[in-house]
């Protein structure tokens, strides 16, 4: 679930936030939340990215000042209805949301590419997360 607070800022329940002093408890991060991240089977893939995942790696010096972010995203890839009409309904479903948030995506992209003045965050729970990266001087 995401909620939006007072000062604008999306935020993901559930999501945890950890302090990295080096590359071996990065990895063991990353290698976590790809535990936890949900797979299962489609007509076409046997091991199927069925949720999104997005790393944000936030830059601060000693004194916690702020000094810039890398955010990585993984996409679980888009999927015709052809190739989930042997899985169970929930696999349907899931599909659906995946379809839905890439349009999204694809939607606030175009928008920004055509310099429009309204960029559709809200079209889905994945562009909502990921304003910030499309917003002031992000490259």
Request: hydrophobic residues 30%.
């Amino acid at each position: 679930e995401c909620r939006e607070d007072g000062k604008g800022t999306v935020n993901v329940c559930g999501l945890s936030e950890h302090r990295i002093d080096d590359t071996e408890h990065l990895m063991s991060v990353i290698d976590n939340g790809n535990g936890i991240r949900a797979a299962g089977s489609t007509g076409m893939n046997t091991d199927s990215s069925r949720s999104h995942a997005i790393l944000h790696i936030v830059v601060v010096d000693p004194k916690d000042r702020f000094h810039g972010r890398f955010t990585f995203i993984d996409l679980a890839g888009s999927e015709r209805g052809a190739d989930t009409l042997e899985c169970d309904r929930t696999t349907r479903l899931e599909g659906a949301e995946i379809n839905k948030s890439l349009l999204a995506l694809k939607e606030c992209i175009r928008a920004l590419d055509q310099g429009k003045k309204h960029i559709p965050f809200r079209g889905s729970k994945l562009t909502a997360v990921l304003r910030d990266c499309f917003m002031g001087n992000s490259r």
